[in-house]
């Protein structure tokens, strides 16, 4: 059984925008963290956008997405989306849901449950 499952990656233009969205199995739906990493071709994997699943949702992001991507949590449905706007060809890569328990979110390399990854491509 997958325990996460992303959808919504795609192929846009530079300054489009998409919205990745990523659902936690029940197994794994009381996770207090998920987040979003990226990997492009030739580079290490970084944390895009993390969130907390507790009432306080606290958000962290890197740098690069902290004014173009916003990460958001539907508990009821253990989903949590990314919405990016003002797509850049530098964004292009393998877009990866990412679930864990965790005090705190930013703790990208403690993240213990991984999506199969969908497909960003950013053209200019």
């Known amino acids: 059984q997958q325990q996460l499952v992303e959808s919504g990656g795609g192929s846009v233009q530079t300054g489009q925008s998409l919205r990745l969205s990523c659902t936690a199995s029940?197994?794994?739906?009381?996770?207090?963290?998920m987040a979003w990493f990226r990997q492009a071709p030739g580079k290490e994997r970084e944390g895009v956008a993390a969130?907390?699943?507790?009432?306080?949702?606290?958000?962290y992001y890197n740098i690069f997405a902290k004014d173009r991507f916003t990460i958001f949590h539907d508990d009821p449905k253990s989903t949590v989306s990314l919405q990016m706007d003002s797509l850049k060809p530098e964004d292009t890569a393998m877009y990866y849901c990412?679930?864990?328990?965790?005090?705190?979110?930013?703790?990208?390399?403690?993240?213990?449950?991984w999506g199969q990854g969908t497909q960003v491509t950013v053209s200019s």
């Open positions: 990412a679930a864990a328990y965790l005090i705190s979110c930013d703790s990208w390399s403690h993240y213990t449950y």
């Open positions: 969130i907390s699943t507790d009432a306080g949702r606290l958000t």
């Open positions: 029940r197994d794994i739906s009381s996770v207090t963290c």
